[in-house]
């Protein structure tokens, strides 16, 4: 089982970027497709980006798509989100989410290994 730590969260001003990044042990990390999720109070959990065990492909809602960037590192064992021009309605906490991936399609569902979640708060 993948242990995951995130880190960069914060608080934002709408318009401004941040990144956020998370380290992954205790497996192979290139078994794994990994992935970032939210959760905004009183909502439901909302599938934010994907990548594929290579990097190559990548995967984002209408929501995020065009303002979100992820990225990981094979070598460092990192998976990245980069956030740029935040709106107040992006505020939540934020999941770095992993799933085995050998033989597995790129999608948003499945995701099994959670990390404990980063604050971002974007003020208006």
């Known amino acids: 089982q993948v242990q995951l730590v995130e880190s960069g969260g914060g608080l934002v001003q709408a318009g401004g970027s941040l990144r956020l990044s998370c380290a992954a042990s205790?497996?192979?990390?290139?078994?794994?497709?990994m992935g970032w999720f939210r959760q905004a109070p009183g909502k439901e959990r909302e599938f934010v980006a994907a990548i594929s065990r290579s990097g190559s492909s990548t995967m984002y809602p209408d929501s995020v798509k065009g303002r979100f960037t992820i990225a990981r590192d094979n070598a460092k064992d990192t998976v990245g989100l980069q956030m740029n021009s935040l709106k107040p309605e992006d505020t939540a906490v934020y999941y770095c989410?992993?799933?085995?991936?050998?033989?597995?399609?790129?999608?948003?569902?499945?995701?099994?290994?959670w990390g404990q979640g980063t604050q971002v708060t974007v003020s208006s």
């Open positions: 205790g497996s192979t990390f290139t078994n794994y497709i």
């Open positions: 989410a992993a799933k085995l991936g050998i033989g597995q399609a790129l999608s948003d569902t499945g995701f099994r290994s």
